[in-house]
């Protein structure tokens, strides 16, 4: 199993290659540095990457401003493609981002989605409404990406998280959890998850050999919240007591 830096190590890496558009064996090298350092290289290479192309960009994104929503959104589906669509967006307002948004079919959306860094535009995805941004988590519960919603998750407001949690089943939001950085944010959602939610996510980080993910997770309760899990692992069986009870108690979880 991987450690709680280990996998938040794993998943920067995955997000460098995804930046740099190569394999993640190209970068192995970069796996000595600590994941601290990985994030602030991430960062300056995203950095990097807008400003070098903003010169590019930004004109095409003042152009938009004088056609219609749906307009825009028929000729970045329809010429422009969804990797000029996500360069543009990060120089569009965020009203008439969403203006141009709700006009995309979903696939379109999330192929965009793809080739945008969700820090960059978190004030889009914080504004984005309910519906739109479950049905951008289901369309990429079909493609696997776990990654992207990781990285979204990161950058949207927990109300809206946790409506899309509860649609999500949970060996796949274990998975998800895996590429989450801001885990500390998730444990707002303990405080209202039912006993069902939170032993159906225990029971499959087990099965998914995942689990220091949701202990870190657990860690960051507050104290009323850790008691009532702690009081939902003691219905564990044996065996997955045993599987469970020393990592919980490096994260401060009791298991009797």
């Known amino acids: 199993m991987l450690s709680q830096d280990e996998s938040h190590k794993n998943s920067e890496l995955q997000k460098i290659a995804s930046l740099l558009g190569t394999p993640e064996e190209e970068i192995e090298f970069l796996s000595s540095i600590p994941t601290d350092k990985l994030s602030f290289l991430r960062m300056k290479i995203t950095t990097a990457i807008l400003e070098e192309q903003s010169g590019v960009w930004e004109p095409l994104a003042r152009v938009s401003k004088f056609m219609p929503n749906f307009l825009n959104a028929k000729v970045s589906e329809d ?19 969403l203006a141009i948004a709700t006009h995309f079919s979903t696939k379109f959306f999330c192929d965009v989605l793809e080739h945008i860094v969700p820090e960059k535009i978190e004030h889009i995805i914080r504004d984005s409404p309910n519906d739109l941004m479950k049905r951008v988590v289901h369309e990429l519960r079909k493609r696997k990406n776990y990654l992207l919603i990781g990285s979204l998750i990161d950058v949207t407001p927990i109300p809206t998280v946790h409506k ?6 949970d060996s796949e939001m274990i998975q998800i959890m895996d590429y989450i950085t801001k885990r500390a944010r998730l444990s707002d959602l303990l405080d209202i998850y039912d006993d069902t939610k939170i032993i159906g996510l225990t029971k499959a980080s087990i099965r998914l050999e995942k689990i220091e993910g949701l202990l870190e ?11 009532k899990i702690e009081r939902i692992l003691d219905r564990l069986s044996f065996d997955e007591k045993s599987i469970y009870k020393n ?10």
Do not use: H, R
């Not at 899309?164 to 089943?169: C, F, G, P």
């Not at 997770?217 to 008691?227: D, E, G, L, W, Y």
């Not at 990592?247 to 009797?256: Q, R, V």
């Open 79 to 97: 010429i422009l493609g969804p990797k000029i669509t996500a360069n543009i967006t990060y120089y569009i307002p965020v009203k008439d981002a």
């Open 164 to 169: 899309i949690s509860m649609e999500v089943d």
């Open 217 to 227: 997770v657990f860690s960051f309760a507050k104290a009323k919240t850790k008691q």
């Open 247 to 256: 990592p919980a108690g490096e994260f401060g979880i009791t298991i009797i």
